[in-house]
């Protein structure tokens, strides 16, 4: 399985650009990089999912570089209501998803 | 459904006791997992389904957990003779299939299990 290293929480202020890297060293050719959102008493909610080079939805932005050994989540022009926990996942779509695991993600605190 | 539903939100059971969980996944989906989340903490994997039947059943615990599924629909996750240490927020999720092209699984909001 492919390890995950992410902050364990960051901080930021409203209308900024907030870039979370997550680590993945040992990642699988067949290995797609998958970020969710989970805000308190909820589950968490899928934002974006990528192989390599850039991926950008109505949510969020996710960048690979070329040796795909990390990933960028950014979140455009944050809100007090980003605030929550992010987990990025590592894993072979293939194999369903009991083959990823979610770290403790990291904790994203955006302020006045 | 229109989402992932779980019931009960909210159970607070004596040590001892056992309790059951329910999911109602996404209509359609094949796929349904069950994880679990202790406070401040990830999420722990204990089960997938794939239809009625579970590839892979080695995130449980230990052999007083249980689940089913029935229908290729609901699935009841059951915890025998509850331990202070089971107390967690008990996720579902469901995907349109397993395996495959890409996917996306989707959360319900949890079952909160609190054991006293």
């Known amino acids: 399985l492919a390890k995950t290293t992410q902050p364990i929480s960051m901080d930021s202020y409203e209308g900024q650009e907030v870039n979370i890297t997550c680590s993945h060293n040992n990642i699988a050719t067949n290995d797609y990089i998958t970020w969710y959102q989970q805000f308190p008493s909820q589950g968490p909610r899928f934002i974006i999912q990528g192989y390599k080079t850039k991926v950008t939805n109505e949510v969020a932005s996710l960048f690979i570089p070329a040796d795909r050994k990390s990933s960028t989540l950014s979140l455009p022009r944050v809100s007090l209501s980003d605030t929550a926990v992010y987990y990025c996942?590592?894993?072979?779509?293939?194999?369903?998803?009991?083959?990823?695991?979610f770290g403790k993600g990291t904790m994203l605190l955006v302020s006045p | 459904g229109a989402g992932v539903s779980q019931s009960p939100s909210n159970k607070v059971t004596e040590k001892g006791k056992d309790v059951e969980l329910r999911c109602d996944p996404i209509?359609?989906?094949?796929?349904l997992y069950w994880y679990r989340q202790s406070l401040g903490q990830g999420l722990e994997f204990l089960i997938y389904f794939q239809g009625n039947s579970a590839p892979d059943k080695s995130g449980l615990p230990s052999d007083r957990f249980s689940a089913e599924r029935t229908g290729g629909s609901v699935s009841t996750l059951t915890i025998q003779r509850t331990q202070q240490e089971d107390s967690a927020v008990y996720l579902c999720?469901?995907?349109?299939?397993?395996?495959?092209?890409?996917?996306?699984?989707?959360f319900g909001e949890g079952s909160w299990l609190t054991v006293v």
């Open positions: 996942l590592v894993g072979d779509l293939r194999s369903g998803y009991s083959t990823l695991t």
């Open positions: 209509s359609g989906h094949t796929a």
């Open positions: 999720a469901s995907s349109r299939r397993a395996q495959g092209a890409r996917d996306t699984i989707y």
